[in-house]
Nanobody, 128 residues
């Protein structure tokens, strides 16, 4: 089984930056997608950014487009999320997840139900 471990969370002021990293170990998938999700208190877990395993196609939720960048280092088995111009509404626990599925053979699913392995999460707090 694949194991995921996030790191890099913390507290910043609005407008600041953080970089999250997710290390995948064990029997990693050769195809599918890796994604970052987040969950704020009292809210549903939502997808933030996605990247195709073995490719470079990415997808983002509208609220983070232009501010967040997802990238993958296949040699290190890591997926990073660079978060710039952070806002208080970005405050949440951020989770890394992996899915063996592709939508239409080329795109990542954005629904959390399609992701079957999750990390433990890392807290991101943005103060105004």
């Amino acid at each position: 089984q694949v194991q995921l471990a996030e790191s890099g969370g913390g507290s910043v002021q609005a407008g600041g930056s953080l970089r999250l990293s997710c290390l995948a170990s064990g029997h990693t998938y050769s195809r599918g997608c890796m994604g970052w999700f987040r969950q704020a208190p009292g809210k549903e877990r939502e997808g933030v950014a996605f990247i195709v395993i073995g490719g470079d196609r990415t997808d983002y939720t509208d609220s983070v487009k232009g501010r967040f960048t997802i990238s993958r280092d296949k040699n290190e088995n890591t997926v990073d999320l660079q978060m710039n111009n952070l806002r208080p509404e970005d405050t949440a626990i951020y989770y890394c997840a992996v899915s063996p599925q592709l939508f239409g053979g080329s795109w990542c699913y954005t629904s959390r139900q399609r992701y079957d392995r999750w990390g433990q999460g890392t807290q991101v707090t943005v103060s105004s």
